[in-house]
DNA sequence: TCTTCCATGTAACGCGTTACATGATTTT
DNA sequence: AAAATCATGTAACGCGTTACATGGAAGA
């Protein structure tokens, strides 16, 4: 069975047939929102499915000094596509290093904390706009309404970029407030007096 | 300069000095909700900040065939912690395999998609009750409140947990209401008639 | 007696990033 | 002429998981 980043791969390929160059150009957006790669990872997991039956290459005029190859999906690849989107999935550890941060922000001035929590703020407000800026993108085409387009599963997954940016602002607000109402340190209560 | 999981380790030891085997127990929670790591990571990684001078390491009785280190911080693992804390962190990518399989969900019918977000809203409501029962046993110590304390830490990210899966939550339940509207393949079509 | 828990480590392997390597075409 | 872009790969390294190894104490 591929790896997450093999199904990653697969997904792309069944949108439509790319080079490995491609590939890592289209792994940008907006999939790459919630799953990147670097062309080094991406070469060699295609020739792994490859060789498993699962794609399949044309040889194509390219500029490098390689040969280009042309990816597609076979039909076993699709179907493998298909049961792992239908099949349970255990459930996955998060991992986030911001919230660890705040995890031990109790170990600095709260005057530092909330400038901690005030620099997160705005790198949660820089994504949710980008999210937003693709979504409107993809609202202008009305084939998004369709669960069985491709389009329709962009739409989903910028949605749930939206929403859980705007849940993290909430959060970042919402600590700004618990860490405003305690008295600062010397320096920070010099300058307010 | 320690890794993610070495600023985990100064941060555990932060609140109170403790062996690897208690540091691996105790990264199970609330900390091991945003980051984990198993006990074979974790010994390697304190021989690590030990010969770095950030913690130092003292015998004490224990039970198995080899000896037993109690680790502390020592002032320079502080200075290490406090300065990691208030420096400005490089954004990091999110990597959400749920996501990534709704991205390619158009291949599959609406009635599996909808059986596959399903599943996912059950376990996003599973978490979102233990963290929830872990933010009722924190608030019952006033000291939560003081942004000077690790209680108030640990309540920052558990609020964090809490509102994230509420978002999730939320975002199911649209992505359930927009694959509702659409026709259904025979099989679950026969079912409903 | 068998299993589980306590307790500390090492080894092998997979995934992911950074750096190295090559060379044509297009832009500055 | 120099730099960026197109384009495809390999090598070295770090982080993380799984599996291996050891052995005492407590409970079923």
Redesign the interface.
């Known amino acids: 069975m591929p790896s ?1 980043l093999g ?2 791969l ?2 792309l390929l ?1 949108r439509r047939p790319s080079t490995g160059y491609e590939l890592s150009r289209r792994m940008d957006r ?2 790459g ?4 790669a670097k062309h080094s990872q991406i070469y060699p997991e295609l020739k792994r499915l490859e060789s498993a039956g699962l794609t399949e290459a044309e040889l194509i005029d390219g500029p490098g000094p390689r040969p280009t190859k042309r990816y597609s999906l076979t039909e076993r690849g ?1 179907r493998e ?2 049961a ?3 099949a ?2 255990e ?20 005057g ?2 909330a ?2 929590v005030h ?2 703020r705005e ?1 949660h407000l820089a ?1 949710l706009h980008t999210y937003e800026a693709d979504l409107a993108d993809v609202e202008t085409d009305h084939a998004c ?6 389009l ?3 739409r ?2 910028l ?3 939206v ?2 940016r ?3 602002l ?2 970042c607000d ?2 700004l407030g ?2 405003g109402g ?1 008295p600062v340190p010397a320096t920070a209560a010099l300058v307010a007096g």
């Open positions: 997450t199904f990653a697969l997904g069944a907006p999939v929102f919630f799953w990147t699709m596509l298909t792992w989107v239908s349970d999935a459930p996955q550890q998060v991992r986030d290093a911001d919230i660890l941060k705040v995890w031990s922000i109790w170990v600095v001035d709260p530092a904390a400038a901690l620099r997160m790198a994504r309404r369709d669960p069985r387009t491709p329709f599963a962009s989903a997954t949605v749930a970029g929403r859980s705007r849940a993290a909430q959060w919402w600590l618990e860490l305690w």
